[in-house]
């Protein structure tokens, strides 16, 4: 049996005039729905606007230029932070210049290397960034290929030039204030008393006061240069009979962190100013000797002008005029000038003080051993090494035909790039994956 259709719902029929509205209904859907796109587009347009004038175009300006190669903003936040990571953020406004000499010196080594045939590719610097766990950017790229560079020139270049052996010579050796005081330790040596422990006592030369006790052991010429940094004693060192101990020898480019002052207080017009005359001389012997000159009747300014070693006495030939307790000349001239009980119009005796350096001493030197071709210890090479790597560094930046441009790393975009680094630190609250 034939099933019945189902009757058709008849069409709705619109009148002119509800149509009419429907169409202007359906115009105004469609101009809400395309504003409100345009809305949208407007508001991302604005963002990414905002975006990149605001962190695109200012993290890739320029802001330093080696010769022919440019460092952006970005780069140099890199290396900002990692900066700051490892000296802490409070440190980070200093920090600030420094970084970008640290960039200016490494892209002018390695420009320098490269001329030598000395580079690190950028698979060995991905790799030293992997495997100390640093997260890779190119600032950290730039910084541990600098350092790797300049262990390369070190060793691949640099180390060639070191001889693995040389003319050596075993020295003790301690410079002292005076003739007489050189002549006194010379008559203990005699009697079997030890170099050394009278080093300890008397010398006035870094390092034998400091950190050998006159025994420098066995070394090369060029690192006594470094140690003694006087001519006299290394001539001596190298050239005297082994066993021998030198007379005293006198060096006038010798300084000690000694002096003898001697004074005389004219008058003092107040508890706190006193007018004196001044003497700062490099040895007791001497002094002793000045003073005796002094009382004589002998005049002070030739005196001042041969022998002070304090310069506004030695310019004012003797006269320092009214001095002050403010002034704070040093612990021992105030506690004579000043002082109540000290006797107007008499030259002290020599009052001792180290706060200054004077010039001129007498050399010590015990030739115990020289030999001519005896193998330099590893840590005289890397001294060595290391001289002849920051000779070659120190032309390299003097060198006028480098063009250093770093005009757009003015203090504005320092302060930007410092705040934008500080939000990527963890010290400060920052989040580095943001």
Same mark, same amino acid.
Request: net charge negative; aromatic share 8%; no cysteine.
């Given at each position: 049996?034939?099933?019945?259709?189902?009757?058709?719902?008849?069409?709705?029929?619109?009148? @002119?005039?509800?149509?009419?509205?429907?169409?202007?209904?359906?115009?105004?859907?469609?101009?809400?729905?395309?504003?409100?796109?345009?809305?949208?587009?407007? !508001?991302?347009?604005?963002?990414?606007?905002?975006?990149?004038?605001?962190?695109?175009?200012?993290?890739? @300006?320029?802001?330093?230029?080696?010769?022919?190669?440019?460092?952006?903003?970005?780069?140099?936040?890199?290396?900002?932070?990692?900066?700051?990571?490892? #000296?802490?953020?409070?440190?980070?406004?200093?920090?600030?210049?420094?970084?970008? #000499?640290?960039?200016?010196?490494?892209?002018?080594?390695?420009?320098?290397?490269?001329?030598?045939?000395?580079?690190?590719?950028?698979?060995?610097?991905?790799?030293?960034?992997?495997?100390?766990?640093?997260?890779?950017?190119?600032?950290?790229?730039?910084?541990?290929?600098?350092?790797?560079?300049?262990?390369?020139?070190?060793?691949?270049?640099?180390?060639?030039? !070191?001889?693995?052996?040389? =003319?050596?010579?075993?020295?003790?050796?301690?410079?002292?204030?005076?003739? @007489?005081?050189?002549?006194?330790?010379? =008559?203990?040596?005699?009697?079997?008393?030890?170099?050394?422990?009278?080093?300890?006592?008397?010398? #006035?030369?870094?390092?034998?006061?400091?950190?050998?006790?006159?025994?420098?052991?066995?070394? &090369?010429?060029?690192?006594?240069?470094?140690?003694?940094?006087?001519?006299? &004693?290394?001539?001596?060192?190298?050239?005297?009979?082994?066993?021998?101990?030198? +007379?005293?020898?006198?060096? %006038?480019?010798?300084?000690?962190?000694?002096?003898?002052?001697?004074?005389? !207080?004219?008058?003092?017009?107040?508890?706190?100013?006193?007018?004196?005359? +001044?003497?700062?001389?490099?040895?007791?012997?001497?002094? /002793?000797?000045?003073?005796?000159?002094?009382?004589?009747? /002998?005049?002070?300014? &030739?005196? %001042?002008?041969?022998?002070?070693?304090?310069?506004?006495?030695? =310019?004012?030939?003797?006269?320092?005029?009214?001095?002050?307790?403010?002034?704070?000349?040093?612990?021992?001239?105030?506690?004579? %000038?000043?002082?109540?009980?000290?006797?107007?119009?008499?030259?002290?005796?020599?009052?001792?003080?180290?706060?200054?350096?004077?010039?001129?001493?007498?050399?010590?030197?015990?030739?115990?051993?020289?030999?001519?071709?005896?193998?330099?210890?590893? /840590?005289?090479?890397?001294?060595?090494?290391?001289?002849?790597?920051?000779?070659?560094?120190?032309?390299?930046?003097?060198?006028?035909?480098?063009? !250093?441009?770093?005009?757009?790393?003015?203090?504005?975009?320092?302060?930007?790039?410092?705040?934008? +680094?500080?939000?990527?630190?963890?010290? +400060?609250?920052?989040?580095?994956?943001?």
């Amino acid at each position: 049996m034939a099933k019945k259709k189902k009757a058709e719902k008849p069409k709705r029929e619109f009148t @002119r005039r509800q149509l009419s509205h429907l169409q202007k209904q359906r115009r105004r859907q469609r101009i809400i729905f395309f504003g409100g796109i345009a809305v949208i587009a407007a !508001v991302v347009v604005i963002i990414l606007v905002g975006w990149i004038m605001g962190e695109y175009v200012p993290m890739h @300006r320029t802001v330093l230029k080696v010769n022919d190669t440019e460092f952006n903003m970005s780069y140099y936040i890199d290396v900002l932070k990692i900066a700051a990571e490892n #000296q802490g953020t409070s440190e980070i406004n200093r920090l600030a210049g420094s970084v970008s #000499q640290q960039i200016i010196q490494d892209e002018l080594i390695r420009q320098a290397a490269e001329k030598l045939g000395i580079t690190v590719s950028d698979k060995e610097i991905k790799e030293t960034l992997k495997n100390a766990d640093i997260p890779e950017n190119d600032g950290a790229a730039g910084l541990v290929g600098g350092q790797m560079l300049k262990d390369r020139l070190k060793t691949d270049y640099f180390g060639s030039q !070191v001889p693995k052996s040389d =003319e050596q010579a075993h020295v003790l050796a301690m410079l002292v204030e005076s003739e @007489r005081v050189a002549l006194e330790i010379t =008559e203990r040596l005699q009697n079997s008393e030890n170099f050394t422990a009278l080093a300890g006592e008397f010398a #006035q030369n870094y390092y034998s006061k400091n950190i050998n006790q006159g025994d420098f052991g066995w070394h &090369p010429r060029d690192i006594y240069e470094y140690q003694l940094n006087n001519a006299i &004693p290394i001539e001596y060192a190298f050239n005297a009979e082994i066993g021998t101990l030198s +007379a005293p020898l006198f060096d %006038a480019d010798a300084y000690m962190q000694l002096g003898y002052w001697l004074l005389r !207080v004219n008058d003092r017009p107040s508890e706190d100013s006193a007018n004196v005359s +001044a003497l700062l001389i490099n040895s007791r012997e001497l002094a /002793e000797g000045i003073k005796e000159r002094l009382e004589d009747g /002998e005049d002070l300014g &030739p005196i %001042a002008d041969e022998y002070s070693n304090y310069s506004p006495s030695q =310019e004012m030939h003797g006269e320092l005029g009214l001095v002050h307790v403010s002034e704070e000349i040093s612990a021992s001239f105030d506690d004579y %000038a000043f002082n109540p009980e000290t006797v107007l119009g008499e030259w002290s005796d020599p009052i001792f003080d180290d706060t200054y350096w004077t010039e001129g001493g007498y050399w010590l030197v015990e030739v115990v051993g020289r030999e001519e071709d005896r193998k330099i210890d590893r /840590e005289d090479r890397d001294y060595l090494i290391e001289q002849l790597f920051n000779d070659w560094m120190t032309g390299i930046t003097a060198d006028i035909e480098n063009i !250093v441009d770093d005009i757009n790393l003015t203090e504005e975009s320092q302060q930007w790039a410092i705040d934008r +680094a500080l939000k990527d630190l963890p010290e +400060a609250g920052g989040n580095r994956n943001e």
